[in-house]
């Protein structure tokens, strides 16, 4: 019963926190906000998969690309698909797709997840380093499918003019939806299965777990969010190319997952904070740097090298990353024991 | 009547050019405690993983109450009433022993994804459920002080009775133990013998089992097949077993001409 409360008293204190950050803050930390609220729900929903349901792929960066285009397409108006198409006429189908904003990356998401199912058959056909390398390859494939269907896609030069609807009250609420979203999940049976196929499929399979099953229902659950999340994101930034959805993205996601702790929501949900928001508060190192009265000048890059000494070390010393495949409630519930 | 839980029919079973199993048959009767018994690479688990369906055999059929269910995905095995044990005992690491047992359970929570994504009434109402009878199986095992404990902290033995409970869990007809005594002191071994016969009892269970210690076998088992590479050597007592000549030379080795 405390529980419940104490979980009410979080989702409404968090609530309040969004809609007073929407009115109050200047548009640059806002936007700061807003790259740590979707890439949350781009990491919690890819932690579902590689961390919760241990299958090592390498996808999201397809599934973003999937949601984001989806959701441009339905939001801008068919006189300004016209305009815009530059390389050859937009498809008939391109200009009759329109929807409302939650209406679109809601199908985003949906387009994304169905992707997943059919992509489930292939892809568990392998296991571990194989499955990485089959994943790896689709989120090729969708880029290059971009770049090389300029009557769907407008090709490399990408869509602008997405309607700007995503503001931090919508990402924000979507990224708190998806955090009790997997929090749900992971405390379940479905959560425990996909935990027993990370640990021993012939044994799940032997306590009659369908692992097959289990693996496409973690899968297609992260490819919605994440289908989602690059919906959010085509909305925010109101442009896309081919080149953002590249495999720097899954690479940073990867890195949020594996230094939050592979498997906990809690824990991605702390390393987007450290690490979306770190590569925004370590920025005055590409400044000019002053050490003791002397003018060292300025070094760009200087941010991503300290950056990434400084996820070194947290990894040296967290090496199942913060909250190892623990939620930080569990360490609380220890304590007071 | 027809009393018999599982039939093995001239079951062959072939890796490339190696034969594992050689046109293997016997019958396990319902309520019975039936030993597989051998020296090492005879096949003992072979069979066990033909049963599950880990294994398709080249030949014959694995007959379970009387409907064909050879080569039948493992899973689904498991719905029909049949839950194994491992050799090397094969907990889910980073679950609690409560986590491990529940996972057992899971055919019974049936609730839907959409279900538990929204916490509806039946959620909350199935999980109590498994909880209860989850804490049930570990009081039999006396286990229920280490819940929420990760399983694989726990003693060898603990660990054991960890995965015996945990396959109890799916509710099954016939139990095939792998060698459960392996790796246990004589004290540990008397405890779980004890426990076979309670849940054999409780349970209302029939048990196949692989083991090596003939001391456990011949306390526990009614009747047992001894294999020797791949092929059955001998049918029987217990007691008839330890006295038989083949089944000796082919533990001992054959001394008849040296």
Redesign the interface.
């Known amino acids: 019963m405390k529980k419940i409360v104490r979980n009410i008293v979080l989702i409404i204190a968090t609530l309040l926190f969004i809609l007073y950050a929407q009115k109050n803050f200047d548009s640059y930390t806002l936007s700061i906000l807003n790259n740590i609220a979707i890439f949350a729900i781009l990491a919690l929903s890819y932690n579902l998969i590689n961390g919760v349901a241990g299958q090592f792929s390498l996808e999201p960066n397809g599934f973003v690309a999937i949601g984001a285009y989806f959701t441009a397409i339905l939001l801008i108006p068919a006189e300004t698909k016209v305009d815009m198409f530059a390389l050859v006429d937009p498809a008939p189908i391109i200009l009759q797709m329109k929807a409302q904003f939650l209406p679109a990356i809601v199908i985003g998401g949906i387009a994304a997840a169905l992707v997943a199912l059919l992509l489930s058959f292939p892809v568990f056909r392998v296991r571990g380093d194989y499955l990485a390398i089959v994943t790896l390859g689709f989120g090729f494939i969708i880029r290059i499918f971009a770049i090389n269907n300029p009557a769907y896609t407008n090709g490399a030069m990408g869509l602008n003019d997405i309607p700007s609807n995503a503001n931090f009250i919508w990402i924000g609420s979507i990224a708190l939806i998806t955090f009790i979203v997997m929090i749900h999940i992971i405390n379940s049976k479905f959560g425990r299965a996909m935990k027993s196929v990370r640990d021993d499929e012939d044994a799940a399979t032997a306590m009659g777990i369908n692992t097959f099953k289990m693996k496409t229902y973690a899968f297609m659950t992260s490819a919605f969010f994440e289908g989602l999340g690059g919906g959010l994101l085509a909305s925010m930034l109101t442009t896309i190319t081919p080149d953002q959805f590249s495999f720097l993205l899954t690479f940073q996601l990867l890195i949020i997952i594996v230094l939050g702790g592979l498997g906990s929501m809690s824990g991605a949900l702390i390393a987007t904070i450290l690490v979306m928001g770190g590569m925004e508060w370590l920025r005055f190192l590409d400044d000019n740097i002053v050490l003791f009265g002397k003018d060292f000048g300025a070094h760009p890059g200087t941010r991503m090298v300290v950056f990434s000494i400084i996820l070194i070390i947290m990894m040296l010393f967290a090496r199942r990353g913060i909250l190892g495949d623990k939620e930080l409630f569990d360490y609380f519930k220890k304590k007071s024991k | 009547m027809d009393n018999s839980i599982l039939k093995i029919e001239n079951i062959t079973m072939q890796f490339g050019g190696v034969t594992a199993i050689k046109d293997l048959s016997f019958e396990v009767q319902k309520g019975q405690i039936y030993g597989l018994i051998g020296p090492n690479g005879a096949g003992k688990t072979t069979i066990f993983n033909i049963i599950?369906g880990?294994l398709t055999p080249t030949n014959g059929f694995v007959i379970f109450e009387n409907e064909n269910i050879t080569s039948t995905k493992?899973?689904r095995v498991?719905?029909k009433g049949i839950?194994?044990t491992?050799q090397n005992i094969?907990?889910?690491?980073?679950?609690t022993v409560l986590?491990n047992i529940?996972?057992?359970?899971?055919?019974q929570?049936n609730?839907s994804?959409f279900e538990?994504?929204?916490?509806l009434p039946r959620?909350f109402k199935k999980?109590k459920e498994?909880r209860q009878k989850a804490y049930e199986l570990m009081k039999i095992f006396g286990i229920e002080e280490f819940a929420d404990t990760n399983a694989t902290a726990l003693s060898y033995g603990n660990q054991r009775k960890v995965e015996i409970a945990?396959?109890l869990?799916?509710n099954p007809k016939l139990l095939l133990l792998d060698e459960p005594a392996a790796g246990m002191n004589p004290n540990e071994t008397a405890e779980l013998s004890d426990i076979i016969h309670k849940i054999k009892k409780d349970f209302d269970l029939t048990i196949l089992l692989i083991e090596h210690d003939m001391k456990f076998v011949n306390a526990m088992c009614n009747q047992l097949t001894v294999l020797d590479y791949g092929a059955k050597i001998f049918e029987g007592k217990p007691a008839d077993a330890i006295v038989d000549q083949k089944v000796i030379s082919a533990y001992l080795g054959d001394f008849s001409h040296a």
Not at chain 2, 116 to 119: E, Q, S, T
């Open positions: 599950t880990n493992p899973n498991v719905y839950a194994r491992f094969r907990l889910f690491k980073s679950m986590e529940l996972i057992g359970f899971d055919a929570a609730y994804y538990a994504i929204l916490r959620f999980e498994i945990r396959a869990a799916t």
